[in-house]
């Protein structure tokens, strides 16, 4: 009977089955359990989704009249189940078919009843209503002598199960724990872990139970426990700490190999437990030593066990790595697990790569010595084409941002972030990146730049504290007022030139603080009232103008910013800032009244609000050409020279791929300021690189046999700026190898031309001090920077002319003045300074007064620990005519560092037969070792970045300094640094100390006050030089 | 918990937190998408929401899990071929159609081996001797095989 029943019922899906052509044989076969088979083959064999709707839509359809027939027998019912677990995991609700499930649960035998828990727990939620008629059908089934009942219903408790009904179940589940079969005990445990994470308080009682579960003979049991105990350490790990002893013993017998066979997984001991403990181990060790050196041993163990090569085992080993790094530290053991991440870092497959960088993120902090022995990984994996190892790297990255490296960070984030789509990432990183904006932003323009982007990517979707920080940041401001106005006048510049863009629509909550900054615009009033008077077109906000066009009406609509902005109080009016010119500035009413037919020409009030952007690159490019000179013939001579000399290094470094290249520099930005020694070695990368990259410019320029100003080319190369940094790692790589050839460079170089050409300074330098310095030191308007000692002036211009052949080639550099040093009745001895590019030249110019001759006239200077004195040709003179100079050079260069310090030394000579020894000083200073460092606006924002020492001071000035280019000028003449751009009221000015430490000068004009932020990479540069720019400052 | 393949067919699902209908579909379907769209050399771990997503193609069948970010993803990567491995025994020589065709056994051997989001027995021994002791009670359940190939299955955890 039932049976004719189930044939009517059935035969709607095989008449599909009979349609399918590829069906046949296979449905030929099919059975009375087939009909789950029909109904695949017929979802699959249909080609779209509406076919395979409709056809799901019969099956439940005569799913329902099956089940609700009533001659429908449970082992139908149990077939009908299956199918509908089936077209519910197809999207499709089946939830008539739920009160069934939970019948047949009750009712069936053992396979139905099984089929009828699986459904129910398949089906149902934790608070689903019609769990509570489960309820009896378990206590009935725990209470079963039937093994398998029992096991169902543990199953289906560990799974779901009404938190209120937990004592109905409680005690029948605590006898289990001392069921005589493993296998409940085991569910048993599991149920009351299950219960533990619903109603902790439920099974609170029971903890000694646990105990014993953990001390199980059972293995499986033993580790069912581990799971409860590991949530409840996670929770209170002082509450657990005398069962370390437990675990590390469990731990030393899986390791050691002590657990049956059967729970070995490709050979290796139990990986699930073994992760489980060094969870449990982990959480136990933090921030105690006493507990961690338990472990020490076991774990030490565990590293040393785990080393073939299954990827099970580097799962072991990441969870050991990760429990060595939580715990108490021990050197030795720490030493071990970064080598393991370094192999997992460094690992082909991607999936260790991965974990690598998440133990690098992991450990960043306590050890940021181990992300710069990766850096190069860590930058290819920035570029990697998997998104996902993209992401874990900045997230690395994001821990180790300081001041110094933010910029270099914060694009990287925000490239990942306009690459990608998913809400959850944007949210996520807009936050990271708002975060340190606020936390280590390096000035007002970049803070609002970024903040721009971060509200034009992420305004929808962002953390509304966000943009409620950002505000209460530019309304606050900082503790410095004029600071403040900078930043709040930065915002709102930027935001002109955002909403100048047509038909670029920005997210509400940019429009939004975009308005509330404009709104209140009162500190503004100070630049519009001088616009206006210059006949600028007046000030009307841009939201507004943005509003209009989108509008295309001139009313304004404030809907938009209604709610969250009312309070501003602009609502209604015109122009906030138009408001409050119009009340301060009795004046200019007129212009005022004006604003509205002129509203939309702003092309004006954008220039006289200034920049453009922080670092206009082209516009200093441009200036820098136009100042330079034409190359001076013999300068592309010695270029040749140079360039033949460094040929060999030159095929070395060109081999060198860009993309290496760009990565190293990009990580001498990226890892500045992690760890002392790093920094600096980094730093000093970035030094030589910059020396050493110059030269290769000009080798390509001579190669390429261009005529164009070498100045041009060394910038543009520069502003591929990436060549920097790499160049200095290699060096730091083939320093053994290039300092054998420098020693040869410099021997062919004073083989084929003087020592002039000894210049380790790049060409760039030369040429521009030739600009500073008139080219030859007897140019009539030249003598006047000149004082030469009353009694000898006029001899010694004649005498320095008659040695002018000797000091031709110096005479391209700046100079001191002549001072004398010492004298006698027969002789003088004056010295001056040529602060040559490469060096400090001394020169004493020996003058003989008298009408006899001095012979074997010998100038010694004494040795001192600070210099590196060399001596020029024809420092020792055999005859000194009579009336007349001769001159000694010598070449200094600095050792140590040092500020001030004496330079002594004596002239001996013979006249008639007395020896007569003269002996003289003098004074040195650092400052004779800095020189102007030449470099791009670009570069200059990049080097910034990458330095560590920095000071800051503000410097009073008086008034006839109070233009920016006035004050500088001083610096530039007396301390020889190289004003590379001035932007408004802002100068980037850099220098270096010889041989060739950098130093940077940001420095920024309020009123009268000069704000002098120096940078570089030596610790006490800035600080010197700090000092001298005061004293300049404050002395003209 | 969530597993799933290629295609974007669900073969099996199991959800180890409570979650609507509505948020079931939505998850399974984007994630069935942002698997399906990553290339074979990509890592299997993926970051989705606050979860790490790992995955393995086993044929045409993707499995994937979703775990906590403090979960240990390699371990997640030897319970998928675990199961695998399980399925393999039980079935001898696994392949998608017995999956689909027997999905409710496939479901059973995951009960036995996964119990409420948490390794329940690693020894693949325990495991098979459960999954056959309630078996013996159950009758032999003829398994189809059939030419219609499908090429994606879904096995949707948690």
Redesign the interface.
Known sequence: MSDIVEKTLTALPGLFLQN?P??G??AA???F??R??GL??GI??LTSKHEEEKLIQQELSSLKATVSAPTTTLKMMKECM?RF??CE???Y?ASFGYIHAIKLAQQGN??EK??GY?AV??FL???HELLLLLVNTVVKDLQSTN??EV??AL?VV???FPREMIPAVLPLIEDKLQHSKE?VR??AV?AL??FY?IAPNQVQHIHIKFRRALCDRD??VM??SL?IYLRMIKENPSGYKDLTGSFVTILKQVVGGKL?V??N?HSVP????Q?QLLRILGLLGKDDQRTSELTYDVLDESLRRAELSH??T???L??CVHTIYSIYPKSELLEKAAKCIGKFVLSPK??L???GL?ALTYVIQQDPTLALQHQMTIIECLDH??P??K??TLELLYRITNAQNITVIVQKMLEYLHQTKEE??IVNLVGKIAELAEKYAPDNAWFIQTMNAVFSVGGDVMHPDIPSNFLRLLAEGFDDETENQQLRLYAVQSYLTLLDVENVFYPQRFLQVMSWVDASLSFLDGFVAEGLSQGVAPYKPHHQRQEEKLSQEKVLNFEPYGLSFSSSGFTGRQSPAGVSLGSDISGNSAETGLKETNSLKMEGIKKLWGKEGYLPKKESKTGDESETPPIPQESIIMENVDQAITKKDQAQVLTQSKEEKEKQLLASSLFVGLGTDSTISLLGKADTASHKFRKKSKVKETKSGETTSIHNITCSSFSSLSNVAYEGHYYLNTLQDRGDKEIKTNSLNSELLDSESLTELPLVEKLSNCSLSTPSLFDDNNMEIFHPPQSTAASVAKEISLASSLLEETTDYMHSNLIEVCNNETVSVSSYKIWKDDCLLMIWSVTNKSGLELKSAILEIFPTENFKITEQPGCCLPVIEAESTKNFQYSVQMEKSFTEENLSGFLNYHMVDNSVQLEFSINLSLLDFIRPLKISTEDFGKLWLSFANDVKQNVKMSESQAALPSALKPLQQKLRLHVIDVIGNEGLLACQLLPSIPCLLHCRVHADVLALWFRSSCPTLPDYLLYQCQKVIEGS | MLLFSRQG??????W?V????KEK?KI?RELVQTVLAR?P??????????LKIVYKRYASLYFCCAIEDQD????T???IH?YVELLDKYFGSVCELDI??N??KA??IL??FL??G?????????VLK?IE??DL???A??C?????T?TVSQI?LK
């Open positions: 399918q590829g069906g044989p296979a076969k099919a059975s359990s087939s789950l088979g695949v083959r699959t064999a299956v677990i089936y995991m197809l999207g609700d053992l396979l099984r089929v699986l727990s398949l939620h934790e608070s093994l398998v096991c169902m199953t560990s799974q779901i296998i085991r569910k599991l872990y299950k994470l293995v499986g580790a069912a799971h049956p059967d729970f997984y139990a990986p699930w437990l992760i990827n099970v580097y799962a072991i990441f969870e991607i999936n790569k991965y974990l998440k084409p998997d996902i190892i992401r874990e959850y990432v | 067919k669900l073969r099996l699902q199991k180890y409570p979650l609507s209908d579909k399974t290339k050399k990509m890592c299997s771990f993926l970051e989705w929401r606050d240990n993803e390699l371990i990567l030897e319970i675990r689909i065709f999905f409710e479901y059973f009960d036995e119990l409420g948490e390794v329940q027995e690693t020894s693949k021994k325990n459960a002791q309630a009670l159950q009758e359940i003829a189809e095989a059939s030419v219609i499908l949707t």
